[in-house]
């Protein structure tokens, strides 16, 4: 048989991308390892995260917790503050909350099972196959976002990929290209290629090995695939932020667990409603906290924010309160922290941007 000739267990297709795989793949610091708990973490990070933005915080997050003992072991502020930036918590939350299980119940080893792994919290049909498939070897298809954008423009699929109907044609697809034995390099192949070279905007079909396979590339429909969704309008909504200082301390309060945002520390915030912003703000410190609060001066910054799923902006003003902080509601605890204190906790995005932007005790501009 030529060195070019597919064996006869792998589809032609699959051979020539994992000879372009091996001549391409770029060196990332998750591919220097079989470890299977440090391959976990990087496909934690790399999910709805550019692989460029998960690189610094990869290396920092596995140089303080080098083994899953280190992590579970960990205080989950330090963690969520090690995470902080990357956004989407709940993966730290569920991989902190996994990491624990494992060294509980499996002596530190993460479990080469498929139903044990899938059973550990945050961890779905995706991360089983990413993760068993490249540290363990098993035979499994893995299927996230450049995926199924490659699968829909090479079999030219028209359905909705994100319905039952099209997952199950996509698995379909993707089991049918799954060679045995090679089934990590082959989900590393894919993804790769879908992340550099079948992008999905103006996709680099010149580039491509497997052109010559792709039937949406055949039929011009390259940049129709997948089918666009209609978009859904995002909510906007109005906050008002407190930022409170006290000898040298800023007031924060930290986010129940559950929810969004949960477990992170931010400034005292509450939403506008149909009352002025000083009322938004009296209201939200004395339901929430137990404190009378009074605002001093008037606005200090208007800073936009965005999540996946919803847009805010957030109002600031400087605000004296009188009381002890008693948190309840969306809160479970405060604190006044130092300037360097901030640096070690997990604080929520836009009250770092905040802290950015305005003027108080810790940001070296006048007051």
Not at 254 to 260: I, N, V
Request: aromatic fraction near 8%.
């Amino acid at each position: 048989m030529s060195p070019n000739e597919p064996p006869p267990d792998i589809h032609p297709l699959t051979h020539m991308l994992l000879t372009w795989y091996a001549a391409h793949r770029r060196d990332l610091p998750w591919r220097r390892t079989d470890d299977p708990y440090l391959i976990w973490v990087s496909e934690v990070m790399l999910q709805q995260t550019q692989v460029v933005t998960v690189i610094p915080y990869y290396e920092r997050f596995t140089a303080r917790f080098p083994t899953i003992c280190d992590l579970a072991a960990a205080d989950l502020d330090e963690v969520l503050s090690l995470w902080q930036g990357l956004g989407y918590y709940a993966r730290a939350h569920n991989l902190h909350a996994a990491a624990r299980i494992v060294c509980a119940e499996y002596g530190g080893r993460v479990p080469d099972d498929a139903i044990a792994f899938r059973a550990l919290p945050g961890i779905g049909e995706y991360m089983v196959a990413a993760v068993l498939s490249i540290a363990y070897g098993h035979d499994l298809a893995a299927i996230d976002g450049n995926v199924v954008r490659m699968l829909c423009r090479l079999f030219d699929y028209e359905g909705d990929p994100t319905r039952a109907e099209g997952r199950r044609t996509l698995r379909r697809y993707a089991d049918e290209l799954l060679p045995p034995g090679r089934a990590g390099d082959y989900n590393q192949a894919m993804m790769e290629h879908g992340a550099v070279t079948c992008v999905p905007r103006g996709p680099l079909c010149s580039d491509c090995p497997i052109a010559s396979f792709c039937l949406a590339r055949e039929r011009g429909v390259q940049e129709q695939r997948p089918v666009p969704r209609a978009r859904r309008r995002v909510p906007h909504r109005h906050l008002v932020a407190a930022l409170c200082e006290r000898e040298g301390r800023l007031l924060l309060v930290r986010r129940r667990p559950k929810g969004l945002l949960g477990g992170l520390w931010e400034l005292p915030t509450g939403e506008v409603g149909d009352d002025s912003h000083t009322g938004a703000l009296h209201r939200t410190l004395a339901d929430h906290l137990g404190v009378t609060g009074k605002v001093v001066g008037g606005e200090l910054a208007a800073v936009d924010h965005g999540y996946s799923h919803l847009r805010v902006t957030v109002h600031v003003y400087r605000c004296v309160i009188q009381g002890t902080p008693h948190p309840a509601g969306p809160w479970d605890r405060s604190r006044w922290v130092t300037p360097d204190e901030i640096k070690t906790i997990g604080l929520a995005g836009v009250t770092g941007r905040i802290l950015d932007t305005v003027p108080w005790i810790g940001s070296g501009r006048l007051l």
